[in-house]
Nanobody
Framework: QVQLVESGGGLVQPGGSLRLSCTAS????????MGWYRQAPGKEREWVAT????????QYADSVKGRFTLSRDNGANTVYLQMNSLKPEDTAVYYC??????????WGQGTQVTVSS
């Protein structure tokens, strides 16, 4: 089993920045990828970004490319999502995701990000 604990959400004005953190524990060595999804009110959960644990590859959704940066500290089993130039449409609950090589998904509890003036 893997546990994912997120932190860092909050309220920010348009154009502002936030950094989310997600720390894995338990059998975290089984994770092949770590990343983030988000779910806005009334919408389906959507993929935001993913980093592959054993390579330098990181991928982003078009909607956040150039504004969000996903980084990781493998020693601390933690990934960070730096979100810059935030827009109201970025408002959502953000969920950390960890996935094993055989596609078992683990999820954090979610952290609210609200972009509003």
């Amino acid at each position: 089993q893997v546990q994912l604990v997120e932190s860092g959400g909050g309220l920010v004005q348009p154009g502002g920045s936030l950094r989310l953190s997600c720390t894995a524990s338990g059998s975290e060595f089984n994770l092949w990828t770590m990343g983030w999804y988000r779910q806005a009110p009334g919408k389906e959960r959507e993929w935001v970004a993913t980093t592959f644990r054993h390579t330098a590859l990181t991928q982003y959704a078009d909607s956040v490319k150039g504004r969000f940066t996903l980084s990781r500290d493998n020693g601390a089993n933690t990934v960070y999502l730096q979100m810059n130039s935030l827009k109201p449409e970025d408002t959502a609950v953000y969920y950390c995701n960890g996935r094993t090589a055989n596609n078992n998904d683990y999820w954090g509890q979610g952290t609210q990000v609200t972009v509003s003036s």
